[in-house]
């Protein structure tokens, strides 16, 4: 098969993104960083433009079986797309800022381009690229601040640890070749035939700990909280985010394409992972006062519910880790956006004790965090119940009741400090460092949006499910 | 007329008239906060008038469900919007939109700060409440059933007393730790039976084994033995009600109190009928010692609101016991007693209010003599104590006759201790009676206190007419539910019925 035209069709999104990234690198190389509004803005417009264009490229596969595009891998590109298009929307607020470097918004572009190639991978090594893409796209955003003793800290870290990753990572993929003598995932799947050998096994703890590591299931989680709490708080959102989906979105893909016929195997890890994380991103949040590391255990926590999903390892799993997914990505944009309006005199402030009297100050904010807050704890009718009811039905239909109801009792520990965040904001008095500032039209525009997303997602959430479950169809 | 959707209707007007006070009020904070009041009672009223047409045009020989609707909405696991009344429901519907505008009007002057705020929490909850009792679909019922943890948390916590966000937590993580137990068997039944229509499940039959029921069950019970609640799960209640203002410990001990009972009657009872046959004297045991232990508790406290919290607890002992004495006689009765404490609970937090309003102290203590100074708020007080006793010509008594009769039916010995239950239920209210209204008119600031006020006097109208009424002519009520209490008991009328037969 040659690469004809074809091949660039399934790959639209991702053109669009890495060309219009070069010229809006070359823009700002010409401009400095003068147009960092506008280019902020276009960015966000062209990866609002690749959401929709996900959604409209051809379904099929291309470049030799490298590469495909499905109707999973439309699902998370549109998620992943409009992620990033509002994280980009988010960073207009550094505009007025002596931090703000054109540098950003671009390199958001060319890391969603990775994280999209990353869901779309046919092949190990597609696989590989595409982390490399938004792995090293990522650590130099996190670091971006670099006069910033935390933002360095934070790139530094990621960066080690992120590299520490990929060398498991690859470990495992090449033990993986070694014992099915192919990189293509149907390749694996016909080198597995039914049986896993010894060989096969390390191969596979060593890919998924790699993975792991990149949506941050605990135990592989140690980078998360001081990532989040050093880097931009855009970037901290884009990688809470956008991030989050495509190395889940992979995780995914991975297990149930070349290795959907040792599912046994590779069940208990992900239980295990699921239980882990559930856990400690529960009880480790409880005792946070920043908020952004409080909002990485809360990440952590996450992961874990939407593992139960692929534990599941059926198609309404899969379909319910979509959803879940979606409404986590709602609601951290809301929550980042929020925390990204907490200024009082101008200053920016990011710990859980800063939001006390914001419900006299700012109610509109106060009832937006409300509504992003009780979601992230499950709480129906919010977005954020549906995702957790549809992995653990799932779970329960796999015959795996308990690690539902574990699953349900540690959500409860979550509510904890998710609502202790609503009980600052609402029942705590102000102090004496004067009000909240009014917060910005694009951070508004943000956590408005995600709010009422949130609250009126009951409404819609058949036809979410229907699409997920459609997406999900693709591993049938 | 018949094909208006009715409980939709009901559901979303409350909805509207909050997002109406939360966008449109605009001034000064005192024309927002009056604004805020008079849309707020003046939605709930409508609601209530709504409700009334609703009971009106109730047919009352049908034992299934009426004013049915049902809407598409996760076609994956067959989950719908499905909404709809049988003769038990729309009496609950009935208390909750009439205890919302009480509410809201003992609210007119006690509260002061974030009016609008409160107005809008009020207005939400009401819709909550009516969705939990006319959802017919498991799905949408826990969405109700959880969501009211929302507003009610709120209440408790921002407009509560100095402990309020202890209890608040308090209240929120117990019940939804209850809840989530729920969840998890909702899950099971939607998946062994492929659908999530109640009106499916209710009528029993599930193919469900022994010990599958078994574990169902004490899910479900996990959710409304906290929500009851029963003892040992009840430590949540004193907190909150302690904390809660007075409307919302109205509306907590009205309203959502209830909805536990209600979850026995329609998830416990006809979906895993013989898991509750099987844990029926494990549940009667519990009720007993809730009635008498709770009693004994309420008679050593010092604070008003938390002597009626335990007294709470102690009468929704009457009410499990009563369901699940699992006979015609005490489930009706079950019934009867949820609304009459309905009535009841309310108007005696109401009380406590009238006089927390003036002195700002709930200690018993502090109290005394006030009935020189008070005469007509010693009159109405005394008639909800003798209700809350269970004084024959109140619908006190008929609630707790009833239950107790069915119990008796079950199990003499378990009707013999839960008897004993009505003797130190009158001894803690006649002590407090005593100690706040009689004695000796000492204290300078009872002296000068003032009796009722008419917008006070108007609040309690509507509960002494329903607490008279109810206990002097049952029949109205009692009717409306027998058709359907009859259906629900049709299973274990019929285990009765084998197991006399094959004891012949």
Known sequence: ?476 | MDNLPFLSILIALPLIGALAILVLARGDEETVARNAKQVALANSTIVFVVSLLLWVGFDRADPGFQYVEEYTWISQYNIAYRVGVDGISVLFVLLATLLTPLCILSAWDAVKNRVKEYMVAFLVLEALMIGTFVALDLVLFYVFFEAVLIPMFLIIGVWGGARRVYSAFKFFLYTLLGSVLMLVAIMTLIFTQGTADMIQLIKGDLGLAQNIQIWLWLAFFASFAVKMPMWPVHTWLPDAHVEAPTAGSVILAGVLLKMGGYGFLRFSLPMLPEASEAMALFVQILSIIAIVYTSIVALAQEDMKKLIAYSSVAHMGYVTLGIFSLNDMGVNGAIFQMLSHGVISAALFLIVGVVYDRLHTRMISRYGGIVETMPRYAIIFMLFMMASVGLPGTAGFVGEFMTLFGAFQANMWIGILAASGIVLGATYMLLLYRRVVFGKLEKDDLKAMLDMTPREIFIFAPLVILVLWMGVWPMPFLDIMSASVDALLVPFVEADAAGVAASN
């Open chain 1, 1 to 476: 098969m040659n690469s004809d035209f074809s091949d660039i069709a399934v790959i639209l999104p991702e053109l669009l993104l890495s060309v219009m990234g070069m010229v809006l690198l070359i823009w700002g190389a010409f401009r400095g960083n003068r147009d960092f509004h506008v280019i902020t803005l276009t960015a966000a417009a062209l990866m609002a433009a690749a959401a929709v264009l996900a959604i409209l490229t051809p379904t099929g596969g291309g470049f030799n079986n490298l590469f495909v595009n499905d109707a999973f891998a439309q699902f998370a590109k549109f998620v992943i797309f409009g992620a990033g298009s509002v994280c980009a929307l988010m960073a207009v607020t550094f505009s007025a800022d002596t931090f703000r470097r054109f540098e950003m918004p671009v390199l958001m572009m060319y890391a969603a381009t990775g994280l999209s190639i990353m869901v779309s991978s046919q092949d190990l090594m597609t696989v590989y690229l595409g982390i490399e893409l938004s792995s090293l796209s990522a650590y130099v955003l996190a670091a971006m601040r670099r006069d910033n003793l935390r933002a360095s800290e934070a790139g530094l870290k990621y960066f080690i640890l992120g590299a520490l990753s990929s060398v498991i990572l690859l470990y495992g993929m090449s033990m993986v070749y070694g014992y099915t003598g192919g990189t293509s995932f149907d390749a694996i799947a016909a080198g597995i035939g039914g049986d896993a050998s010894f060989g096969l096994i390390i191969g596979l703890v060593f890919l998924i700990a790699g993975l792991a590591f990149k949506i941050s299931a605990a135990p592989f989680h140690m980078w998360t909280p001081d990532v989040y709490q050093g880097a931009p708080t855009p970037i901290t959102a884009f990688l809470a985010t956008a991030s989050k989906m495509g190395a889940f979105a992979l995780v995914i893909r991975v297990m149930l394409e070349p290795f959907a016929d040792i599912t046994a195997e590779w069940r208990q890890i992900i239980i295990l992972l699921a239980i882990v994380s559930m856990i400690w991103g529960s009880l480790a949040a409880i005792w946070q006062t920043n908020i952004k590391r409080m909002m990485a255990y809360s990440s952590i926590g996450h992961m874990g519910f939407a593992l139960v999903g692929v534990a599941a390892g059926s198609e309404a799993g899969v379909a319910g880790c979509l959803v879940y997914l979606a409404t986590y990505v709602v609601m951290n944009l809301g929550a980042f956006a929020l925390i990204l309006s907490m200024k009082r005199g101008g200053q920016p402030v990011e710990t859980i004790a800063d939001l006390a009297g914001l419900s006299r100050d700012r109610l509109p904010m106060a009832l937006a965090l409300l509504v992003v807050f009780f979601s992230m704890a499950g709480i129906p009718p919010l977005a954020g119940f549906f995702g957790k009811f549809l992995v653990f039905t799932a779970a329960i239909e796999a015959g795996f009741w308990w690690l539902a109801v574990i699953g349900l009792v540690t959500s409860v520990l979550s509510a904890f400090y998710y609502i202790r965040v609503i009980k600052v904001a609402f029942f705590d008095e102000p102090g004496e460092d004067g009000g909240f500032d009014a917060s910005d039209i694009s951070l508004r525009t943000v956590y408005g949006a995600s709010a009422v997303f949130l609250l009126i997602f009951i409404a819609f959430v058949g036809y979410v499910i229907d699409w997920a479950g459609a997406s999900a169809g693709v591993f049938a």
